[in-house]
């Protein structure tokens, strides 16, 4: 369920002023006599300025900032400050507030207080009691002010059950005045939160369309590489000065993402989301305010489990067991190294649907052994991707500007040729081209063990799918085999090809050696 209209309600006891805003100065009074011996001092009565709050983007509460703003017209709109009136004057009085324990919203000291300081009403020889910032309700006893601030709840109020819209709630806050043993009496106030102003969350589901999952009991199915747009349907009125400032993504297997506009021209924000498992997700989005409220949202979506099966082949032509670099027949190699999708149904699920992106698609761990020595170099293979944020794919810079990338932070470039591990500016061909030794060095601000990255060019832009069933060539290319040394040299390639979408990876490994080929030797003269 989720807020989705304006809801907004005056009773008779909840006077306006003559401009007739919303949210205006409201009174609710339950009065108690005192006695029936004693006349009446006056009715006891709870006030606020604005009895309709939008959510908080925070738990997190300044008293001391709030207790600053006199005029309660300037209090942010996800705070309202309650004030008991119609007690007499001149009398040493007790004020005992009261919410339900289980009541939506926080109580806080209408203080100087800071988040994390205390007053001490009541100082013992080894200890102090008093009133702390956020008044629970165990503070809540200690707290004798005719003030308080009521701050609604956070967007975590939500529930999951999204089928049909969730439109907001109230809480009850009650006073009870004494005198001494002469109860003054004694009143109760409604504050509404979540009911002005609206905003919508949609996913695109399976088939590509956008769905806000009302009516669907189940929420959306979405596949593992979704976007989350959103749109405001009703702005408050009044609404916190500036409007609308950023959009928030967030929810349980969502990453967070702040971002405001959006290339899909039907939405106000939105942002692509990668969901690295299957399951039941609960995407939210909070149209957050420079006051600190906001509006939110909050959906049900579902990626489906599968059974995956990925199969990796090292093509080699010609298929040798010793390869010698003095025969032409025997020293070039055509080498492909393909992903094959063999998933298929099994144990109730279906079978996955590959997606491929990002950095380290394709890795090769190459292990030397020759004339009694032993080594191993390694070499990564990456598709297109944003410099920092190495899982998401781009074709230019823009694809990497934090606006429309969750992940990206500002600066990022979109990495499209090969280039060095670490000086991602340096272009190469090889690991010799980004050392920092020799005279000159190829790569002069290198660090000491970079190697160079390959960065695939492929057809389809910066990522790959592969459904099940079908298959990919992640490399294809010619390698000249060489040995310098005298003595046959052994050698084991594993090479691992890895799945963005599942997380599942394929290995494969090959063996083979390559003849030495000595230099002659060539003798001093004397």
């Not at 306006?16 to 108690?32: E, I, R, T």
């Not at 004693?38 to 009895?51: C, D, E, I, K, N």
């Not at 009496?185 to 590509?208: K, L, M, P």
Request: hydrophobic share 35%; with cysteine.
């Amino acid at each position: 369920m989720r807020q989705r209209s304006i809801f907004h309600r005056l009773t008779s006891l909840m006077p306006s002023n003559p401009g007739g805003a919303v949210g205006l100065a409201a009174m609710v009074v339950l009065a108690q006599q005192l006695g029936v011996a004693t006349p009446a001092l006056g009715q006891v009565s709870l006030r606020t300025f604005r009895t309709e709050l939008l959510y908080a983007q925070s738990a997190d509460v300044d008293c001391t900032m709030l207790h600053k703003i006199t005029d309660d017209s300037q209090l942010p709109f996800d705070v309202a400050r309650l004030s008991v009136e119609g007690v007499p004057s001149g009398l040493p009085v007790r004020y005992r507030w009261s919410i339900a324990k289980k009541a939506a919203g926080t109580l806080a000291a209408d203080l100087d207080l800071g988040p994390m300081a205390q007053t001490s009403d009541v100082i013992g020889m080894c200890s102090a009691f008093g009133n702390a910032c956020v008044l629970t309700q165990d503070r809540l006893k200690f707290y004798n002010e005719p003030k308080l601030f009521f701050v609604a709840p956070t967007c975590d109020i939500l529930p999951n059950d999204t089928e049909k819209p969730f439109r907001g709630g109230t809480t009850k806050i009650r006073v009870k005045v004494s005198a001494g043993r002469r109860r003054l009496g004694r009143a109760t106030i409604t504050i509404g939160w979540g009911r002005e102003g609206t905003i919508t969350i949609f996913a695109q589901d399976s088939q590509g369309k956008f769905d806000d999952g009302i009516g669907k009991p189940n929420g959306v199915n979405v596949p593992a590489v979704t976007i989350l747009g959103s749109v405001v349907d009703a702005h408050p009125s009044p609404e916190p000065a500036g409007g609308v400032q950023t959009f928030k993504f967030d929810g349980t297997g969502f990453n967070t993402a702040e971002t405001i506009g959006c290339p899909l021209t039907r939405f106000d924000a939105c942002v692509e989301e990668d969901l690295f498992s299957a399951g039941r997700f609960f995407p939210s989005v909070a149209a957050l305010y420079k006051d600190g409220s906001a509006l939110c949202d909050k959906m049900e979506t579902r990626t489906g489990t599968c059974a995956p099966n990925p199969k990796l082949e090292v093509i080699a032509r010609p298929k040798l067991a010793t390869y010698d670099p003095n025969s032409p027949r025997k020293n070039t190699v055509d080498l492909t190294v393909r992903l094959k999708n063999e998933s298929h149904a099994e144990g109730g699920l279906p079978p996955c649907d590959f997606l491929l992106r990002g950095a380290g698609i394709l890795t090769c761990a190459e292990n030397l052994s020759v004339g009694g020595v032993k080594d191993s170099k390694s070499m990564q293979f990456d598709f297109k991707h944003c410099s920092k944020a190495s899982d998401q794919g781009c074709l230019s810079d823009s694809d990497c500007d934090p606006n429309f990338c969750a992940t990206c932070v500002a600066g990022e470039v979109c990495l499209t040729q090969s280039h060095c591990s670490q000086n991602v500016s340096k272009l190469c061909q090889n690991d010799a081209d980004c050392q920092n030794t020799g005279n000159p060095p190829p790569c002069s601000d290198c660090k000491d063990g970079e190697t160079c990255i390959r960065v695939l060019d492929i057809p389809e832009g910066f990522e790959v799918g592969i459904p099940a069933g079908k298959s990919f060539d992640l490399l294809h290319e010619t390698v000249k085999i060489g040995n310098d040394l005298p003595d046959t040299a052994k050698i084991t390639d594993t090479w691992t090809a890895n799945v963005f979408i599942p997380k599942v990876t394929a290995s494969a490994k090959v063996k083979y050696r390559i003849k030495g080929r000595p230099k002659p030797s060539t003798s001093a003269r004397r």
